[in-house]
């Protein structure tokens, strides 16, 4: 069955509301708002063919040291391996038998890879029963990798995207952190984070506002904004200070 698909439209025709529209309700109904910019003008469409970011991974990334291959089981054991490994699957065991098979492979759920001057990063983003496992690694030309930034066990991380600034990349992430609170409580604070990294291979936190972008399907930066597509609205960011608008077809109450 064919899906709506409507044509591209100018981010002016759509209304300012003062709050976000979106929620997790599984039982709404799905009308995803995608987003890209064109030069400096924000475009967006409701496309039903959308689903949320990184839903299917790349079987393979290509980068400046070779082919990785992606075998990403979810929850099970999941790797990266390089293109001079003979491929296995997890189901035969088979990597059992190879010496040294750790040297040749990188653990993780990985949904993107890209090269920035000598090194090569992957992106690993586990997301299973309400958990978001966010770790940033360094890869170098030897194939040895450096762990840059790993929430395991404080917060729940969904991947969001990257994009180049003068210093290198930018990543975002969103989710939520824990607080913990007695009797082996938790308390959770929405969060959304940004992360640089530059040109000489170092990474660290660049902003951290406390509010969630959940139903993301696409998002572009333009300027010093962030546009976020999401389940029937567009969120705009701004890098400076995290203060958000909200915008919503004409017909919504």
Same mark, same amino acid.
């Given at each position: 069955?064919?899906?709506y698909l409507s044509e591209w439209k100018s981010l002016s025709e759509l209304k300012?509301?003062?709050?976000?529209?979106?929620n997790l309700d599984i039982f709404k109904q799905k009308i995803p708002y995608e987003v890209k910019a064109e030069g400096d003008q924000i475009l967006w469409r409701? *496309? +039903?063919n959308l689903n949320?970011?990184?839903?299917?991974?790349?079987?393979?990334?290509?980068?400046?040291?070779?082919?990785?291959n992606n075998y990403n089981n979810g929850e099970f054991h999941s790797w990266l391996g390089v293109n001079d490994f003979p491929d296995i699957s997890e189901s035969s065991n088979e990597k059992y038998i190879y010496p040294n098979y750790e040297d040749n492979l990188i653990e993780g759920n990985f949904c993107d890879m890209f090269d920035l001057g000598e090194y090569s990063y992957a992106i690993s983003?586990?997301?299973h029963m309400m958990v978001g496992h966010l770790k940033i690694i360094r890869i170098d030309k030897n194939?040895?990798?450096l762990i840059l930034y790993d929430n395991y066990n404080n917060s729940n991380l969904r991947y969001l995207g990257r994009w180049v *600034? +003068?210093?290198?990349?930018?990543l975002i992430a969103s989710g939520y952190r824990f607080f913990p609170k007695p009797n082996n409580n938790y308390e959770l604070h929405?969060?959304?984070m940004l992360f640089q990294i530059d040109k000489l291979g170092n990474c660290k936190i660049l902003k951290r506002w406390n509010f969630d972008l959940p139903n993301v399907n696409s998002i572009v930066k333009v300027k010093d904004y962030i546009y976020v597509g999401q389940n029937e609205m567009i969120t705009r960011v701004k890098i400076n200070d995290g203060s958000r608008s909200f915008f919503v077809d004409n017909s919504l109450n």
């Open positions: 069955m064919a899906k300012t509301v003062t709050d976000r529209y979106t409701l *496309n +039903d949320y970011l990184y839903v299917e991974e790349p079987k393979k990334f290509t980068t400046q040291f070779g082919t990785f983003n586990l997301l194939i040895d990798m *600034n +003068d210093k290198g990349i930018v929405d969060t959304t």
